[in-house]
């Protein structure tokens, strides 16, 4: 009911074509603004902003934002991945009311790999980047929780032996019981056979750690672009068009998951990537 009762309000935004006619076929950032509003309604990103932009207006579930958008703006940039840092930064930044994703985390949470079990971990007491042994990137913890669960149920783990339950000495675990655990709390199979198939089970979500002594630059380019992206231990910085006036400070190291996810893939997508320190 909801989708027919928006398909009824649908109208093509005849106030953008103006704004249309502008739009170029180039990487960067677009915003969506209201009428005499310093905050965007939303921002997004693509390769070509202006067949991106034209699918928002084609698109009957966005019809509330297409009747609040009085205009709409963009920023170039040389690329997909300088397109892709900027848009996370700036909703971080300016919260728009229409995004809903790549909202300003205070914390991460992740299963860090021990030989007493598997512990939990949060990004505000440890810096991701350089903490080895980490699986999967969780809102929170009971996140990680469900998580781990899920794995021990499709791989038949013992939540004991990973630490995450208690036993009752002499006794097997309670899902032995049910057919979810192969038994290695009741020694039928052994731990290092349990644990090999544990970190096969989780070895797709690991984290990496940071590759580099300190700062790197992504360098990307085209005609009339040419970006530098700082980025410090999976965290993004700023892009500027030259290495020579780069600031010394120091920044803070603190783990940011979206640059995270973004970065990982540009640094082997072959990118030029430049040491800085």
């Known amino acids: 009911m909801a989708r027919e009762h928006e398909s009824e309000l649908y109208r093509y935004p005849q106030q953008l074509r103006d704004t249309l006619e502008h739009l170029p076929r180039t990487p960067g950032v677009y915003f969506f603004w209201a009428a005499n509003s310093h905050i965007p309604l939303y921002i997004g990103k693509s390769v070509n902003i202006r067949s991106r932009v034209l699918s928002h207006l ?9 009747r609040q958008t009085d ?10 991945i300088g397109a892709q840092l900027l848009e996370a930064t700036l909703i971080k930044q300016l ?6 994703q790549l909202r300003k985390q205070r914390a991460l949470f ?4 021990k030989e007493t079990g598997i512990a939990f971990v949060s990004s505000t007491e440890h810096n991701f980047a350089r903490t080895p042994n980490l699986y999967g990137l969780f809102r929170n913890k009971r996140a990680a929780m ?10 038949q783990l013992c939540l004991a032996t990973l630490g995450i339950e208690t036993q009752q000495r002499g006794r097997g675990c309670f899902r032995s019981m049910l057919g ?3 038994g290695v709390c009741q020694g039928k199979e052994s731990i290092e056979e349990h644990n090999r198939r544990a970190l096969e089970a989780l070895s797709s979500w690991q984290i990496k750690m940071w590759p580099y002594e300190g700062r790197v630059a992504l360098h990307e380019q085209r005609e009339g672009f040419n970006d530098y992206h700082i980025i410090d231990h999976w965290r993004y910085i700023n892009t500027v068009n030259q290495l020579g006036k780069l600031p010394q400070e120091k920044h803070e190291n603190s783990f940011d998951g979206d640059s995270y996810r973004i970065l990982c893939r540009a640094l ?3 990118v030029e990537v430049i040491p800085l320190d």
């Open 146 to 155: 469900e998580f781990i669960r899920n794995l021990a149920d499709a791989q």
């Open 180 to 182: 979810k655990c192969r």
């Open 71 to 80: 205009r709409i703006t963009f920023t170039e940039t040389a690329g997909d």
């Open 58 to 66: 084609r698109t009957v579930r966005e019809a509330k934002l297409l």
């Open 268 to 270: 082997f997508s072959g």
């Open 110 to 113: 992740s299963l860090q790999w």
């Open 95 to 100: 919260i728009p009311l229409h995004n809903k």
